[in-house]
T-cell receptor, first 117, second 111 residues
Framework: AQKITQTQPGMFVQEKEAVTLDCTYD???????LFWYKQPSSGEMIFLIY??????QNATEGRYSLNFQKARKSANLVISASQLGDSAMYFC??????????????FGQGTTLQVKP | DAGVTQSPTHLIKTRGQQVTLRCSPK?????VSWYQQALGQGPQFIFQ???????QRGNFPDRFSGHQFPNYSSELNVNALLLGDSALYLC??????????FGPGTRLLVL
C-alpha cells in the first residue's frame, strides 16, 4: 500500500536561515507524483511544489526546492531564507496509483514549522 | 483568475442532521475532489468527480455523497451526521496537469 511518512511533528528555524522538512514515501508503482503543500492556520492548503518520478532534475519553485532521492524514497522540502510568513503546517503528499486511485492524494501527518525572528 | 471557492466557511449541526457543502473549481478545471481533515491529521480523500460522475472513492460510508454540475461546481452531502464527522472539509480542483488546487475549506462542527 502507498504511504507517506513525515517524522518531524514540529520544527523551529531562525528567520533568514534554510530548513529541510523530511518526507519518505512507499509505493510499488514506477510512475508517481510527489507534492508539498503549506497549510496556514486559516486552513487553506497551498500548493508549493511538484516532483514527478521520472523527472531528471529536482524541482524548484522560488525559495522552495525538493531534494528527490529516488533510491531512498525520500522527497525532502528545502525552504531557503525562511520568512516569518513561512510559519505553518507542511504536508507531503503522493498521487495514488492504479486505475482506481490516480485521482486521490495520499497525505502524511504533517510538520509544523515555526520561524523565529 | 479566481481560485477554488467553498461555502459556507463554518457550519454547526447536531447529530442526525444532514449537511450540504459547496465548491466552485478554479477557472478551467473540470475535476473536483473532496477531502476530510480531522484536527491534527492530514486530509483523507473522500471522492472525486469528473464529467458529473463519481470516478473514484475513498474509504468513506455511503452517508457521504456528492454531485457535480454541468459548470463543474460540486456539492458534498453528509447524511445522519455523527460527532466524528466534525472536521475541515476541503475541496480541490484539477485541470490537465497533475496538481490539485485547494479551496479554503468548510469547518463543520457536529454537536
Amino acid at each position: 500500500a502507498q504511504k507517506i511518512t513525515q517524522t518531524q511533528p514540529g520544527m523551529f528555524v531562525q528567520e533568514k536561515e534554510a530548513v529541510t522538512l523530511d518526507c519518505t514515501y512507499d509505493t510499488s508503482d514506477p510512475s508517481y507524483g510527489l507534492f508539498w503543500y503549506k497549510q496556514p492556520s486559516s486552513g487553506e492548503m497551498i500548493f508549493l511544489i511538484y516532483q514527478g518520478s521520472y523527472d531528471q532534475q529536482n524541482a524548484t519553485e522560488g525559495r522552495y526546492s525538493l531534494n528527490f532521492q529516488k533510491a531512498r524514497k525520500s522527497a525532502n522540502l528545502v525552504i531557503s531564507a525562511s520568512q516569518l510568513g513561512d510559519s505553518a503546517m507542511y504536508f507531503c503528499a503522493m498521487r495514488g496509483s492504479g486505475s482506481s486511485n490516480t485521482g486521490k492524494l495520499i497525505f502524511g501527518q504533517g510538520t509544523t514549522l515555526q520561524v523565529k525572528p | 483568475d479566481a481560485g477554488v471557492t467553498q461555502s459556507p466557511t463554518h457550519l454547526i449541526k447536531t447529530r442526525g442532521q444532514q449537511v450540504t457543502l459547496r465548491c466552485s473549481p478554479k477557472s478551467g478545471h473540470d475535476t473536483v475532489s473532496w477531502y476530510q481533515q480531522a484536527l491534527g491529521q492530514g486530509p483523507q480523500f473522500i471522492f472525486q468527480y469528473y464529467e458529473e460522475e463519481e470516478r473514484q472513492r475513498g474509504n468513506f460510508p455511503d452517508r457521504f455523497s456528492g454531485h457535480q454540475f454541468p459548470n463543474y461546481s460540486s456539492e458534498l452531502n453528509v447524511n445522519a451526521l455523527l460527532l466524528g464527522d466534525s472536521a475541515l472539509y476541503l475541496c480541490a480542483s484539477r485541470g490537465w496537469g497533475e496538481t490539485q488546487y485547494f479551496g479554503p475549506g468548510t469547518r463543520l462542527l457536529v454537536l
